[in-house]
């Protein structure tokens, strides 16, 4: 069965400054997608950012870009220049590439960001 | 996009009763789905609602307690029946944006059970 990690269930930063959040994940499969997903106090979850993994170039969304390290099953998300709105609950997810409505998401990370 | 409206946002509910979500997107989607957020944990699907059939669920969840309309290409319901404390949650309506495949959600909807 696909799992998937997230092993920091807080972090914090500096306006300004640049943060990565984890992400590990298991499958046995080679073709898939993965997501990091933002949900804001209002709830609503927000796509990031999404890789393909039969992709080797690193996906980037203006100041978020990712680390995506398919042999070691590693899927990393960097913040740059954060900005006080950049604070929420964090989800990476994982789908099949055959089955695209399942998605499987890790337990989250909670980013705090400081003035 | 696509923008999902859910309804109630919160409830406080008795143990036993039922309560039924709304969730209404602004435009006609192939897929919707519901998800469950536990207090401090991450989402789990539910079920995918299935136009004009029956709902399909994920394991450990049944038609029983948590039964799913799908009228039509906008709209689906989610019922929280037969309500227990372990039920309390944020419940998420999500839908497939048609072209561009991208998952859209609901800003949820909070239910505590006393």
């Known amino acids: 069965a696909q799992t998937v990690t997230q092993s920091q269930p807080e972090m914090s930063v500096q306006e300004a400054e640049t943060v990565t959040l984890s992400c590990t994940y298991d499958?046995?499969?080679?073709?898939?997608?993965l997501f990091w997903y933002k949900q804001p106090p209002s709830r609503q979850m927000i796509l990031v950012i999404r890789?393909?993994?039969?992709?080797?170039q690193n996906a980037t969304e203006n100041r978020f870009s990712v680390n995506f390290q398919k042999a070691a099953k590693s899927f990393s998300l960097k913040i740059s220049d954060s900005q006080l709105g950049d604070a929420a609950m964090y989800f990476c997810?994982?789908?099949?590439?055959?089955?695209?409505?399942?998605?499987?998401f890790g337990t989250g990370t909670r980013l705090q960001v400081f003035p | 996009s696509a923008v999902i409206s859910q309804k109630p946002s919160r409830d406080i509910c008795q143990r036993g009763t039922s309560l039924t979500i709304q969730c209404q997107v602004d435009?006609?989607?192939?897929?919707m789905f519901w998800y469950r957020q536990q207090p401090g944990q991450s989402l789990t699907l539910i079920a995918t609602?299935?136009?004009?059939?029956?709902?399909?669920?994920e394991s450990g969840f049944v038609i029983d307690k948590f039964p799913i309309s799908r009228p039509n290409l906008t709209f689906s319901t989610l019922t929280v029946s037969n309500m227990s404390p372990e039920d309390s949650s944020i419940y998420l309506c999500?839908?497939?944006?048609?072209?561009?495949?991208?998952?859209?959600f609901g800003e949820g909807s909070r239910l505590t059970v006393l």
């Open positions: 999500s839908a497939r944006a048609p072209n561009t495949g991208e998952l859209f």
């Open positions: 499958t046995s499969e080679s073709d898939y997608y």
């Open positions: 890789q393909e993994a039969y992709k080797q």
């Open positions: 997810a994982y789908c099949q590439y055959y089955n695209t409505d399942k998605l499987i």
């Open positions: 435009s006609q989607v192939t897929m």
């Open positions: 609602a299935n136009q004009g059939s029956e709902a399909t669920y």
